[in-house]
């Protein structure tokens, strides 16, 4: 009997180890980078998802819009993949090393002959931009010297482009030739690069007050892909 009593104040007594925090990871669709119907979450997913995996850290898959990301991550303890530097952002987020890079072009139409041998020179044009995205702290500012059209998505800019509502859009390659092959194969032909950007960097991200996100990041900045 002293036996089991013994026994059973050592379970009492014993420590339980603490459960691990659940990070909780906020992406959108945007193929073919993060693709919500891949079992990897697209070509960011499987490098970024890949990277997580291999740490002790749990974490689960939360879909909202990226409008709704980028104001979750300014306020409450989420994290993110795909996205891009720029002065603002550096502001309030904390970013893992670049694990993914792509080059940007401003896009337009063939038939649409425009001058442009400098970046500067897109300013004379009417231009498309994506709400809530970044090109980059160069183009960035570049565009926030004029009245720049926005739209809620990559798609809705590009069918403004063939219309000749506008008459330049910034976008990835990987990014808009799928989007061109998938949506517009009979116009695809139609648009071209006319201009190339910069080389864009993308990067896990968490609030710069998240402690587990900084924990996370410093973790997988070892495991991600060396682009630097």
Known sequence: MCRYLILALLLISSPTLPKAETLIVAISDFPPSIDLQDELFGIHGEIVLGALNQTDYPYEIKIYSWSRISEMLDTLDVCSFGWVKNEERLKRWQYSRPYHADISYFWGRKDNNLELQSLEDVLKYRIGVTRGYSYGQMVDDLLSRIETDESLDDIVNLRKLLAGRIDLFPGQALII????????????????????????????????????GKKVIQAINPLLPNID
């Open 177 to 212: 030739e799928p989007i061109l092959t998938a949506s517009f194969a009979e116009q695809a032909l139609e648009l071209e690069a006319k201009i190339e950007i910069n080389r864009l960097s993308h990067h896990f991200v968490c609030n710069k007050d998240n402690k587990l």
